[in-house]
């Protein structure tokens, strides 16, 4: 007689299914993804999954169940999600594993939307008639600050922005500098107790709109005088008469 001693060994077990979602930070219905992956295994009662419940990502955590079952759920109050800019993209990756210990990735695309950024800093300017003229422009500088907890959209839009009165050149860094024509005569007619405010919008990197106020005050400017030539008149009896006008680019007249 002989006896024969059979040895079992372990057969890697076949993992098949959905190991793929989709998710959008900050968007509504689209914070969660499930799907299901099926195992089949030679080895007896080995055909199902060892359950998780919410491992942890960087982003989210994802959940299974012994039957395959999976759900993937975003967490918007990370810092690592919140600050996925509206057009950057990133990945959770998982392994789960069946029961004899055969490993399955699930691949997760986290999709960034954009934070609006929060912009301080020195806003407002005043600038005065015919004061501190450079080349012909008052002026008036200063510098805004952003803070955007969407990656890499921490400055400003750079540029050339048009106003009413004059022009607001800003700096990536958040750093402007406004001028007006001194000789506009919108400018030049305003009087001592007058004055106009000039709005100007600028925007952040992620397109975020702020407001810089100048308040141009005007000055009072001198009347020129001006003589009509008097008519000549017969001494002792004759009236000299003559006509004197004057000009004032203010708009309040003599």
């Known amino acids: ?129 015919d004061d501190k003229v450079i080349a012909g422009h008052i002026v008036a500088d200063g510098k805004l600050v952003v803070m955007d907890i969407d990656n890499g959209e921490d400055s400003f839009r750079a540029g050339p922005y048009t106003g009413t009165y004059g022009n607001l050149l800003l700096a990536s860094d958040g750093s402007w500098h406004y001028q007006a024509n001194n000789g506009d005569v919108r400018i030049q007619q305003l009087g001592s107790t007058e004055s106009v405010t000039e709005t100007v919008r600028i925007f952040s990197l992620d397109g975020t709109g702020h407001d810089i106020q100048l308040v141009i005050v005007g000055t009072n400017d001198s009347p020129v005088l001006n003589a009509i030539t008097a008519r000549t008149g017969v001494e002792d009896g004759s009236v000299v008469s003559g006509v004197i006008s004057s000009h004032d680019t203010d708009t309040v007249s003599y």
Not at 1 to 20: C, E, K, L, R
Not at 35 to 59: E, I, R
Not at 95 to 118: E, W
């Open 1 to 129: 007689t002989i006896h024969a001693q059979i040895i079992g060994a372990n057969s890697p077990a076949i993992i098949t299914g959905v190991d793929v979602g989709k998710v959008t930070e900050d968007l509504a219905g689209s914070d969660h993804v499930i799907g299901q992956l099926q195992v089949v295994d030679p080895d007896q009662s080995q055909s199902h999954f060892v359950p998780v419940t919410a491992q942890q990502g960087t982003y989210g955590s994802l959940t299974i169940d012994s039957a395959g079952h999976w759900q993937y759920q975003l967490d918007n109050n990370q810092p690592s999600t919140q600050a996925l800019g509206s057009k950057q993209n990133s990945q959770d990756l998982f392994f789960v594993q069946s029961i004899d210990g055969t490993r399955h990735g699930i691949a997760i695309d986290v999709h960034g939307s954009n934070d609006r950024a929060v912009i301080g800093g020195l806003d407002t300017g005043i600038l005065k008639e």
